[in-house]
């Protein structure tokens, strides 16, 4: 709550949202799980709660503070402290098998669109190609315009027990 503009968000993501985000996510389908900004690990608790091994996560996280609690809560996941929005640099060599999914609690709106779209395409790079880029956002617009013409977008219904209210949004490859 202190600093919301670092984190992204004044509170950690409710349980609602992080199950909806988990939900996005097919459990039997082979490959890592890359989530980006996990904070505090409640979206990670979910993917987890939903049948995906903790092996199987790699979870990028700029701040050292959450690294460092998220190496402790899930000693199996690959921890990855950085920048996503230098996802090709930080993953290239890391991911070596088409990802099953990109789960992202980054604070997009946070970051001009030339970052956001570069964001997404580096994302779907790593993915296989049906896999789901799965996001969520506050806002009441989505977070990649859908004229983007690199992704197809669907959206979820708002999560109104969530605090604030947010949607989450899955794109996909068109």
Not at 84 to 110: I, M
Request: proline share 11%; net charge positive.
């Amino acid at each position: 709550m202190e600093k919301p503009l670092a984190t992204g968000a004044v509170m950690p993501s409710g349980r609602p949202l992080a199950r909806a985000m988990a939900h996005c996510v097919v459990p039997e389908i082979p490959g890592p799980i890359v989530e980006l900004g996990p904070g505090t690990g409640a979206v990670t608790a979910a993917l987890i709660e939903r049948g995906i091994a903790p092996s199987r996560l790699t979870l990028v996280e700029f701040n050292p503070t959450f690294c460092r609690l998220l190496r402790t809560r899930y000693p199996e996941a690959t921890v990855v402290q950085g920048d996503a929005y230098s996802l090709k640099r930080l993953l290239g060599g890391l991911v070596r098998e088409p990802a099953a999914a990109v789960v992202s609690g980054l604070p997009l709106f946070t970051k001009p669109l030339k970052f956001r779209l570069r964001l997404i395409s580096d994302a779907f790079a790593l993915l296989a190609p049906d896999a789901p880029f799965v996001q969520f956002t506050y806002a009441l617009v989505p977070p990649i315009p859908r004229g983007y013409s690199g992704a197809r977008a669907e959206a979820a219904e708002r999560i109104w027990l969530n605090i604030p209210p947010a949607r989450v949004w899955v794109y996909r490859r068109a």
